[in-house]
Structure formats: structure tokens, C-alpha cells
């Protein structure tokens, strides 16, 4: 059997500059998520199969890391494709 190293260090990424952990637990990535956030995280985890849950988790992973730059362009990106579709 092949020897895997492992460290309890959570992942790190950059957010504004500024190097920050990443949540890469189920409870951890629930305890950084909005509170109004968690109720779907819980659907998603609870929901996802085996297949599915390193997929699931990463995105719920991101979603706990707050990036106000990345939430402008987003924010942006709706407002321009709602202009676009015009009023409902």
C-alpha cells in the first residue's frame, strides 16, 4: 500500500490579495456559509451521491470563501443579462 501523506491544513487561496483558508469539511464548509445559505448546502450534501460529492463540496467550498470582487462581476453579469432579456 502506498504511502499517503496527509495534513490537516485546510486548502488556501487568495482573496483580494489577502491568502485565506478554504473550508474542506462538510461542517466546516456549513459553519462559513450565510446562515441563509445553509439550509440548501444541507439539500445539496444530503442529496449528492457518490459520484457527486467531491463536485458538490467544491462548489459549496468557494461559495464559503466571500470574494467581494468576484461577487461585483457577478452581480454585474446579472444585471447585464437582465437588460438584455428586456421585462418579463
Known amino acids: 500500500m502506498a504511502d499517503v501523506s496527509r495534513t490537516d491544513e485546510p486548502p488556501r487561496t ?3 490579495g489577502v491568502e485565506v483558508s478554504v473550508p474542506n469539511s462538510i461542517p466546516a ?3 462559513a456559509l450565510p446562515l441563509r ?3 440548501e ?3 445539496a450534501i ?3 451521491g457518490v459520484g457527486e ?5 467544491r462548489h459549496w467550498m468557494l461559495e ?3 470574494d467581494p470582487e468576484a461577487d461585483a462581476i457577478l452581480a454585474r453579469l446579472a444585471r447585464d443579462e ?3 432579456r428586456g421585462p418579463a
Not at 53 to 57: D, E, G, N
Open 41 to 43: 448546502f444541507d439539500r
Open 14 to 16: 487568495l482573496v483580494g
Open 53 to 57: 460529492i467531491h463536485a458538490v463540496m
Open 82 to 84: 437582465a437588460e438584455r
Open 37 to 39: 445559505r445553509r439550509t
Open 64 to 66: 464559503a470563501v466571500p
Open 46 to 48: 444530503n442529496a449528492a
Open 29 to 31: 464548509i456549513r459553519a
